[in-house]
């Protein structure tokens, strides 16, 4: 039986990740079993990348060359994943055209939409269903426009690495993908994923993502106020973020540097919260069902809960691992600490193996 393998590369603030998947005849489109043959993350330094984007090439494309070394990957041809606050997502209505068509019209279509010059944006067209209009079927969708630097910062560091990009796609997706073949592709369900400086928000309908918003803060927001505020090593911020949390019980001790994470967590809050009120107002009868949290943020204690009242919505983590297993003889340390921080780069496997 053919198979088919692809390799998923996740440019954090933190660190690469990288997921090789080995999916059988079909793949990931058609439903064929998949499974996690490599994986690996080296971490990088604060500032190698900044705000979701390459900011230290060299730095970037050292580190890639360590975990393509360490883990032995099969091949140097990678999906690459963009999300930050220079990529747009928006609602838009296209005719029904071929492929290839539909994409050189894009230009022309989206003059005056996007806060860019479309000469220095990367386009790309995401089709969610058709209707019937008066000029003819339509086609309902999302439009993703990026600042043409933003791709090539990542893109450029990765091929100073030694490796080939096939692909580029939008972390937001990568993370609905994924998520909704773990059990969630049903009913209004928000992916939530927390990094460390970026947050993607993905609203999916029945496994049909119809809704991104890219927030401009994570984790590491909450870890540098704690820093800054107590005259604290980051390390030592970090941990003590971890043993804190937000709304659970705190020693007197404790108190300044809960007072801190509950404001900077509640600011993060919020925005998720607030997304998911403006797409439900405007899509009537819409409103999120569930949200699925991952990325390394999504693991502060309380926050789960916290944002499951201030939503009012059922709040749980996803197991990406769920529906693509590691293989026999992969080691699961090689993953790290939890398998949800990979849900970006398992999605990007995905994407090019449907």
Do not use: C
């Not at 705000?51 to 060299?58: K, N, R, S, T």
């Amino acid at each position: 039986m053919a198979k088919t393998r692809v390799i998923g590369l996740d440019i954090g603030t933190t660190g690469v990740r990288a997921v090789e998947v080995e999916f059988d005849n079909g793949g990931a489109a058609k439903g064929a079993p998949g499974r996690v043959v490599r994986a690996g993350f080296v971490p990088l330094p604060w500032g190698a990348v900044h705000d979701g984007e390459v900011a230290e090439p060299a730095t970037v494309s050292s580190a890639i060359k360590r975990l393509w070394a360490e883990q032995k990957f099969s091949s140097k041809e990678v999906v690459v994943g963009v999300g930050n606050q220079r990529v747009l997502v928006r609602e838009l209505d296209m005719p029904a055209l071929p492929p290839a068509q539909l994409r050189a019209a894009l230009p022309f279509q989206v003059e005056g939409l996007i806060p860019v010059a479309v000469g220095d944006a990367l386009l790309d067209f995401y089709p969610v269903s058709t209707s019937a209009g008066a000029d003819g079927q339509q086609l309902h969708g999302l439009l993703v426009a990026a600042t043409a630097e933003t791709v090539l910062a990542n893109t450029r560091a990765v091929e100073a690495a030694g490796l080939r990009p096939t692909m580029v796609d939008l972390n937001a997706f990568a993370v609905a993908r994924v998520q909704t073949r773990s059990g969630f592709g049903t009913g209004v369900v928000a992916f939530v994923d927390i990094g460390a400086r970026v947050t993607n928000v993905s609203i999916v309908v029945d496994g049909h993502p119809r809704f991104v918003r890219i927030l401009p803060s994570g984790g590491h927001d909450i870890t540098e106020a704690l820093s800054s505020t107590l005259d604290i090593p980051q390390q030592e911020a970090e941990q003590v973020k971890r043993e804190i949390g937000i709304g659970l019980a705190t020693a007197p001790e404790g108190l300044p540097a809960k007072q801190i994470i509950a404001e900077v967590a509640t600011g993060l809050v919020d925005a998720v919260r607030n997304t998911l009120v403006y797409y439900a107002s405007s899509n009537p009868g819409g409103a999120v069902q569930q949200i699925v949290l991952s990325g390394g943020g999504a693991f502060l204690p309380g926050l789960g809960q916290y944002l499951a009242s201030a939503a009012r919505v059922q709040v749980v983590v996803g197991e990406p691992l769920s529906s693509l297993p590691l293989a026999k003889g992969v080691d699961p340390r090689s993953l790290g600490a939890d398998p949800a921080t990979y849900v970006v780069p398992l999605g990007l496997a995905m994407g090019v193996a449907a």
